[in-house]
């Protein structure tokens, strides 16, 4: 019956997603081809300065995209450090400057990593104009990377990438905002909480006092999860039942999560003149996310011990009004993308299936990947794939008519070797150093021996890789983690963003050679095997040894 239940809640999620696929795939490349400007978007232009019409090469297109992202650093950290004379701050005092660092670096970068008690730390100022709004913005400059990419394989010949701030401009007003207000409507009707009320004191059955939190819940919620941001509103994030009361709130969260990563894949085909090339970087992307969510439901639902198979599975860490099946979707779901949301808690997985979610961020999340990082991330890949068969064949190798050549195979590996580095280097730092390990071992791992190390090495994984989930026995509040987590974030998010402009500057400036019978197809069943066999060995193999010692380790004793 398991499997059954299984089976039945996944096929739903994909019979709606594909009622969204092509529709939303081709309004994604209206949006970002048009060359009409929207009246309000008119005005905005004009009120910064800004010429929608110019096009800006790579680098001008990168600096925009920086200077962006740091004043919105700057703005988060300074609503933080400001809280106690804000209004709304429910009396809550200023956040203290690591962890205010850390929190800022969190919600730019798109990761919403939250080392900190949500209610109890930030009033509904910080949570409106800092946090609710980065979300927006964080996705928006992500959308924008990718489309650009798509641009640099698309053009022939040219210097530019398009308007970077026509880009954010766009994916914000005409993306972003009305699917957010929709899904926000169908949240408020599943009971998720929205208004402005300070904490009400109530009496529980046995006499004692408790504080019940209110707040703009559902309006936070629905663009946390269609950003791919992920974070909470509160603590206990969406398994709380102000934030997700039932399994129609967890479907709709499920498919906010999922409907513009699996989408971009048909915009990416729009956009480049042929869709089975969107076809086949959806149909890996697919295979990856069902493989990794048969895996995990298998690991849940077989938990060994006598109190799991008692319960019907491993149900530690899960909520009753989800269960095991509810609670696996979910987690492959955020894992898959870059969306920290959690409604069970990853920490209390069998040692297996807690290596499940963590693999899937190693992955570099690309099965769909977060909003626009998802498909640039898969491209890289491909272009990877296709210099890999170059090679095997003898014959320089060709994507979409593009060269690859030995500039753009380095900016390819490059991108495929920032993330292992930070999460490695951040995770040795930690047990390194005689300090840190310390801090480490003496305050913030509450399970050592092998967990204790996944407990930290998920921490770095998921703070490069954009994520933003915890395995939630590690007290990250230190001042150690905050600093170090932030910086990892601000570097796994940049450092490749860099290295993708720069590659899609390199590949628009070309002219695209000719097709011929020695040319690899790119759509076919074979190149499909080849690309998510690439994706694989790349990337997961990298962290093998770290994994040895620590869930596969833990899944063995």
């Known amino acids: 019956m398991s499997v059954v239940w299984a089976t039945a809640a996944l096929g739903l999620v994909i019979l709606l997603l594909a009622a969204v696929h092509v529709p939303l795939g081709d309004y994604m490349a209206r949006v970002y081809s048009s060359p009409r400007h929207l009246r309000v978007e008119r005005w905005l232009y004009r009120a910064t300065g800004v010429n929608p019409d110019a096009e800006q090469s790579w680098r001008r297109y990168l600096g925009g995209l920086l200077a962006f992202s740091a004043l919105g650093l700057l703005a988060v950290y300074a609503l933080q450090r400001l809280q106690a004379w804000l209004p709304g701050s429910l009396g809550l005092p200023a956040v203290e400057p690591s962890l205010a660092f850390n929190t800022a670096a969190s919600f730019l970068g798109n990761t919403n990593w939250q080392s900190y008690s949500p209610e109890a730390t930030v009033g509904l100022t910080v949570q409106m104009a800092g946090l609710a709004v980065q979300n927006f913005l964080s996705a928006a400059v992500g959308l924008a ?6 641009r640099g394989l698309s053009r022939r010949g ?18 972003l905002l009305p699917i957010a207000v929709l899904g926000a409507l169908l949240l408020l009707l599943a009971g998720v909480i929205q208004n402005l009320n300070e904490p009400t004191t109530i009496s529980t059955l046995t006499g004692a006092a408790h504080a019940l939190p209110g707040g703009p819940v559902a309006s936070q919620e629905a663009i946390k999860m269609l950003g791919t941001n992920g974070g909470g509103f509160f603590n206990a994030n ?4 102000f934030e997700n009361p039932n399994a129609f709130s967890n479907l709709v969260q499920i498919l906010l999560v999922l409907i513009i990563p699996f989408s971009l894949p048909r915009t990416f085909g729009t956009m480049v003149g042929s869709r089975r090339q969107g076809v086949a970087i959806l149909a890996v992307m697919s295979s990856i996310f069902l493989v990794s969510y048969a895996l995990l439901t298998w690991a849940e639902l077989s938990g060994a011990g006598a109190a799991p198979q008692a319960a019907g599975g491993a149900m530690e860490g899960k909520e009753q009004r989800f269960g095991i099946i509810g609670s696996t979707l979910f987690a492959t779901t955020t894992t898959g993308t870059s969306t920290g949301a959690v409604n069970s808690m990853h920490d209390s997985y069998t040692a297996l299936g807690g290596a499940l979610p963590l693999l899937n961020m190693m992955l570099g999340e690309v099965a769909p990947g ?29 994507y979409l008519g593009k060269r690859i050549g030995r500039g753009e195979i380095t900016l390819a590996s490059l991108y495929l070797l920032v993330t292992p580095t930070i999460v490695l280097l951040g995770t040795a730092l930690s047990f390194g150093v005689p300090a840190l390990r310390e801090s480490i071992e003496g305050t913030s791992i509450l399970n050592p021996g092998h967990h204790g190390l996944t407990e930290v090495l998920y921490a770095f994984t998921s703070a490069a890789n954009n994520n933003g989930s915890a395995f939630a026995g590690l007290t990250a509040n230190t001042p150690w983690l905050n600093w170090a987590l932030g910086l990892a974030i601000l570097l796994g998010r940049f450092l490749p963003i860099v290295l993708v402009l720069a590659l899609a500057g390199r590949l628009a400036a070309q002219r695209p050679v000719p097709v011929t019978a020695g040319t690899l197809p790119t759509h076919t069943p074979l190149f499909q095997g080849m690309l998510a066999g690439v994706t694989l060995l790349f990337t997961a193999l990298t962290y093998f040894p770290v994994l040895a010692l620590g869930p596969l380790a833990e899944g063995t004793l």
């Open 145 to 150: 990377v990718a489309i650009a990419f798509v």
């Open 158 to 175: 040219e210097a530019g990438l398009g308007n970077v701030w026509v880009d954010l401009v766009r994916g914000t007003l005409r993306l």
């Open 370 to 398: 977060g909003v626009g990082s998802g498909l640039y991330g898969m491209l890289i890949l491909a272009i990877v794939a296709v210099f890999v068969a170059g090679l095997l064949v003898g014959r320089t190798p060709e």
């Open 238 to 241: 969406s398994a709380h039942p």
